[in-house]
């Protein structure tokens, strides 16, 4: 039996690596890979991260979700103020037009799991719900990346 090329190797590694990103489809809605980061020990909060794609063509809202690890789940938004940084809940929600990708992503809307009961390790997933107005709920889950991440291992690629 020939040894395997470390090229070949190399690359189903890879392969085998990027299948683990999950990304999920309810109705018109693609979410594409969430993750959060992993938080030392004592934290009470953590951000979470995807790209929602609205292929239909109405609106949508991205109104909160729920994860065993937390108390609760909200939508928030991270805006530039004067050269002050300046986080807020969207109390409604996060509109999803039609036809567009929306960004989940540090520094920007993202949702806070909140009340945190154990720290997020990284290499492991968090299971959870994701709540929209019209297209109801679908359980996803999410990817734990390192601390201080600034997007997904791995291009956050995967297959539907």
Do not use: C
Not at 24 to 49: C, D, F, N, Q
């Amino acid at each position: 039996m020939k040894p395997i090329p470390i090229v070949l190797a190399v690359a189903v590694a890879s392969i085998a690596s990027v299948a683990i990103a999950r990304d999920y489809k309810l109705g018109p809605l693609e979410i594409e890979h969430p993750w959060s980061r992993a938080t030392p020990k004592g934290a009470m909060v953590a951000g979470a991260y995807l790209t929602i794609k609205n292929t239909g063509g109405t609106a949508d809202r991205l109104t909160g979700g729920t994860v065993a690890i937390a108390d609760r789940v909200e939508v928030h938004e991270m805006t530039m103020d004067q050269g002050v940084m300046r986080m807020r809940m969207l109390k409604n929600g996060l509109e999803l037009k039609p036809g567009e990708a929306t960004e989940l992503k540090p520094g920007s809307y993202h949702l806070m799991f909140i009340t945190l009961k154990e720290p997020l390790e990284q290499g492991k997933t968090v299971k959870g719900t994701l709540t929209f107005e019209k297209a109801g709920s679908v359980e996803v889950e999410f990817t734990v990346e390192a601390m201080g991440a600034q997007s997904p291992a791995h291009g956050g690629h995967g297959k539907m």
